[in-house]
């Protein structure tokens, strides 16, 4: 069964700081690709950052970055330079065999 | 193209009563998805279709829940009868793909059923 899963509910962080929101997943295929999607009190699902499964070079979107650990099935998300409009609950997702799978999201705020 | 357009944005039900909300994906995306979203439960994968076929429809909680796709620019997600537990915002998504794009999200609706 393919299963995501985010252990911390809530997390905070200074403005300015950096911070990292964890993410586990387990999957029987060799080629799925990994998401990190943003969600606003506006309630929008906003598209973070994408890994391939097959590429071994950690995607990066500007302030963003992951920490992709194939072996380990471990898909951690980096805030660098962390800004009040990141307050979000943020989601991170497997896409394979056709299902995206959500895990249950970490809340996160970001102080002044 | 306006993204994924759902309807309506909120919907307030009595229980018992029919529910129908409604998705139009982005022209071209040959996969739609159902998602609920409740704070206990997260987003739940409820059923997705491809090229309008349901493909999975195991995440669906009862048969009280049903959904179509008639055509490639319309799905419906019904509930009949409905029951407070069914209070939950509802997303819709579509994609070009199985693996190698993103899934594009409508802006939800918030069902209440009292």
């Known amino acids: 069964a393919q299963t995501v899963t985010q252990s911390q509910p809530e997390m905070s962080v200074q403005e300015a700081e950096t911070v990292t929101l964890s993410c586990t997943y387990d999957?029987?295929?060799?080629?799925?690709?990994l998401f990190w999607y943003k969600q606003p009190p506006s309630r929008q699902m906003i598209l973070v950052i994408r890994q391939e499964a097959y590429k071994q070079q950690n995607a990066t979107e500007n302030r963003f970055s992951v920490n992709f650990q194939k072996a380990a099935k471990s898909f951690s998300l980096k805030i660098s330079d962390s800004q009040l409009g990141d307050t979000a609950m943020y989601f991170c997702a497997s896409f394979n065999t056709d299902k995206l799978i959500f895990g249950t999201g970490t809340r996160l705020q970001v102080f002044p | 193209d306006a993204g994924v357009i759902q309807s309506p944005r909120h919907e307030v039900t009595e229980m018992g009563q029919e529910v129908t909300l409604r998705c139009k994906p982005i022209?071209?995306?040959?996969?739609l998805f159902w998602y609920r979203q409740t704070m206990m439960r997260g987003l739940e994968l409820l059923i997705y279709f491809n090229n309008n076929v349901p493909i999975d429809d195991s995440g669906m909680p009862e048969d009280r829940f049903s959904a179509k796709m008639p055509n490639a620019s319309f799905s419906t997600l019904k509930i009949q009868p409905s029951e407070p537990r069914d209070s939950a915002v509802y997303f819709c998504a579509s994609s070009l793909g199985p693996l190698n794009t993103e899934a594009f999200f409508g802006q939800g609706t918030r069902l209440t059923v009292v």
């Open positions: 999957t029987s295929e060799n080629n799925y690709y």
């Open positions: 022209s071209g995306h040959d996969y």
